[in-house]
């Protein structure tokens, strides 16, 4: 593939992602792509196990020769704080080729950061560096014996049922290099991925991506395409992917095809170690509150009987509600009842949006005490996060989840 070809690929799926329209993005596990990392990354304080198998045949149409690899990666990730996140993983490689035979292992990180965050349109985007170490005692004959790296900006951008996410990347990686007496070395390449993901039903997705590889080396570039399915048990935090991908080749140094199962776990829980911090200062807060009312009531009115008129909130405090609940009328009937306990109902939205069982509040600059004591009123757990293009006139975001279901 000519260097036109990959400017075109990429233009188009720029203009394909920008085009996504966006409802509100989730960061659910459903329209995640197989082999692109998430763009989503996780709150600060949550964890996540994934592990990632695969399966690689090499070949070249001059020779008899095959090499066939076969790899399994996990990795523990922790959410640093709500925008950085950090992978610690050892993958373990099987490789055959013929008579010969070798396997060994790496000890590998990776540090995601994620600048850009707009959950009005379902736009994310963040940078990885990854990198590992050959961690084996001595060379298999049938591995370069040097170390892998990678550096990727990847963009994604997520609707109600479809998601669509691209990235760039440069990278040195072990290949084997399949003629009639194969060879095994580091290829430093650069490459493009565009990955597409549409929603089948609640628990099943279908996951398209194009990559293209180009070997700085070689001057030569390949394409693959890998389509496949995604299941996903939202309540389990559990989502199940696989893969089959083929590309020609290049010169026996590329495979030919390659099969993927993903496998990723999210306990369940509150979302992570800050949110969990905001509600129980909201809480100390509302309870020291609670305790001058009360002897404010007790000194001045000690005879007045209790009222059961709900205590007002401040009326300089204004919000916007969005239905992500899959309930109609749910986010109107919660603004009523927010409404008169005084906080000014700016709008409700009601359009379709991607399920979510945790409603999240997304406040502006100087109004996180006031997300903690309204987060405090409403059932459940609910996320905290500053937001900086809320709307003039909006002070919270309230995206209305199912826990807010009577």
Request: a neutral charge.
């Amino acid at each position: 593939m000519r260097a036109t070809h990959f400017r075109a690929l990429l233009a188009g799926g720029l203009a394909f992602c920008t085009a996504a329209g966006a409802a509100e993005s989730t960061s659910g596990l459903r329209l995640r792509p197989i082999s692109l990392p998430d763009t989503h990354t996780m709150p600060a304080g949550a964890t996540e196990l994934s592990a990632q198998l695969g399966l690689s045949r090499y070949s070249d149409s001059d020779s008899s020769r095959d090499v066939t690899d076969l790899d399994l990666a996990p990795e523990l990730a922790y959410g640093i704080t709500d925008r950085l996140e950090f992978g610690l993983s050892s993958p373990y490689r099987y490789r055959v080729d013929d008579g010969d035979s070798g396997r060994w292992r790496h000890l590998g990180g990776r540090v995601t950061y994620r600048f850009l965050e707009r959950p009005d349109t379902g736009r994310y985007s963040a940078f990885t560096l990854r990198g590992s170490t050959l961690n084996d005692s001595g060379d298999p004959p049938v591995s370069s014996g040097e170390n892998t790296y990678s550096a990727e900006w990847h963009l994604s951008e997520r609707s109600a049922v479809n998601a669509v996410s691209i990235a760039l990347g440069y990278a040195k990686r072990d290949y084997p290099k399949v003629r009639k007496e194969p060879a095994y070395k580091s290829a430093v390449e650069y490459y493009a991925q565009w990955a597409y993901g549409h929603v089948l039903s609640p628990e099943l997705a279908f996951t398209g991506e194009l990559t293209y590889n180009y070997a700085r080396a070689d001057r030569l570039g390949s394409l693959e395409v890998m389509p496949g399915l995604r299941y996903t048990k939202p309540e389990a935090g559990v989502s199940v992917a696989m893969g089959l991908g083929y590309c020609p080749g290049l010169d026996g140094a590329r495979p030919d095809a390659r099969a993927l199962l993903s496998l990723t776990y999210r306990p369940p829980g509150p979302a992570g170690l800050s949110q969990r911090m905001g509600r129980l200062e909201g809480q100390v807060e509302t309870l020291r509150t609670e305790v001058r009312n009360l002897r404010q009531t007790l000194a001045e009115q000690p005879a007045k009987e209790e009222t059961s008129e709900p205590r007002q909130a401040s009326p300089a405090i204004s919000l916007s509600l969005v239905n992500a609940s899959g309930e109609a009328g749910l986010a109107r009937t919660l603004g009523e009842r927010l409404g008169k306990q005084g906080y000014e109902v700016v709008n409700v939205i009601a359009e379709d949006r991607p399920v979510q069982s945790v409603t999240h509040l997304y406040y502006r600059e100087g109004f996180k005490k006031p997300a903690v004591t309204l987060g405090r009123a409403l059932p459940g757990n609910q996320t905290l996060t500053h937001y900086t293009h809320l709307p003039a006139d909006v002070d919270i975001q309230v995206l209305v989840g199912t826990d807010q279901v009577d």
